[in-house]
Structures are given as C-alpha cells and as structure tokens.
C-alpha cells in the first residue's frame, strides 16, 4: 500500500515538474514580448519636423499607448515569474517528500542475510 501511495507522489511529482517547465518556457516568451515592445516604444519617435500638427499629435498618441502595453507586460512578466517561484517551491517540497518515502519503503525491506 505504501508502494501505490510512493508512486502516487512520484506521477505528482512529475506533473509538478512538467508544470515548472510549462511556466519556465512562459516566462520566458513573456520576457520576449516585453522585451520586443520595449524595441517598438524605442523605435517610435515623433517627427521634428511636421506639416501637420495631427500627425504629430498621433505619434505621441502610440508612443503612450505602447508605454501603457509595457506596464501591463511588465506586469505579465511578474506574475509569471512569482508563479513560476511558487510551484518551483511546491516542487521542492513535493522530491523531499518522494524522497523520504523511497527512504521508508528501503527501510522497511527485509534485510536479506548471507547464509554460507
């Protein structure tokens, strides 16, 4: 019975760690976009230059709009990175736990003696 609930812990702790990397690989797309917005809010500059005051006024205008997708990506960026902290903990916990009970049951096997 032991054995069923060891191996139980073991399939949890596996989809534990399958659920690191799904949000490693998250983060790191995240990271990715923030890092390309802050490309795009750099590339855009209004012109000095302008014949009309509108085209001026709308550049501003998507430069700010950017500005505010960043602050929420970089918002993104945080949230996955504590989630990824959290169940990254949660991982360590549930091997230590694993591991103690693969330590039991190798206790509690009968000690096979030598008999010459």
């Known amino acids: 019975m032991l054995k069923t609930y060891a191996q139980m812990q073991k399939d949890k702790l596996r989809a534990m760690n399958e659920r690191v990397r799904d949000l490693s690989r998250l983060q790191q797309q995240e990271l990715e976009r923030l890092t390309l917005l ?13 014949s009309s005051v509108l085209f001026y006024q709308n550049a501003v205008a998507m430069k700010a709009s950017v500005e505010q997708v960043i602050e929420v990506q970089t918002q993104r960026v ?12 949660a991982a360590a916990k549930q091997r230590a736990y694993y591991l103690a009970l693969n330590t039991l049951l190798e206790k509690r096997k009968p000690v096979k003696s030598r008999e010459d």
Request: no cysteine; proline share 8%.
């Open 38 to 50: 802050q490309q795009h809010s750099d590339s855009i500059h209004p012109p000095q230059n302008v």
């Open 78 to 89: 945080i949230n996955t990175a504590n989630d990824l902290h959290l169940q990254q903990d």
